[in-house]
């Protein structure tokens, strides 16, 4: 996995907050940077993939580590 240059820890928090703390740390970043979340919301898988289609970020890669779901995005 490519080294992010922002890591957001959502895990424990529930639908909508993993994709809310993502877009406020978004604002800071400039584009190409990597963002990697952890969230442990089983609906975050779903929420990532329509997140990245909807607001043209690229969702460079996601699965599974340590018990929660990641996600690794490529700010547009």
């Known amino acids: 996995m490519p080294q992010p240059d922002l890591e957001v820890d959502a895990r424990g928090l529930n639908c909508p907050l993993p994709i809310l703390r993502t877009k406020k740390a ?3 970043m400039t584009t190409g940077q990597l963002v990697r979340i952890l969230a442990t919301d089983p609906a975050s898988v779903r929420d990532f993939q329509a ?5 043209g970020n690229e969702l460079v890669e996601h699965g599974e580590r340590d018990g929660a779901f990641c996600f690794l995005l490529r700010h547009r």
Do not use: I, K, M
Not at 51 to 55: E, G, K, P, V, Y
């Open 26 to 28: 978004l604002n800071d």
């Open 51 to 55: 997140f990245a289609r909807q607001t």
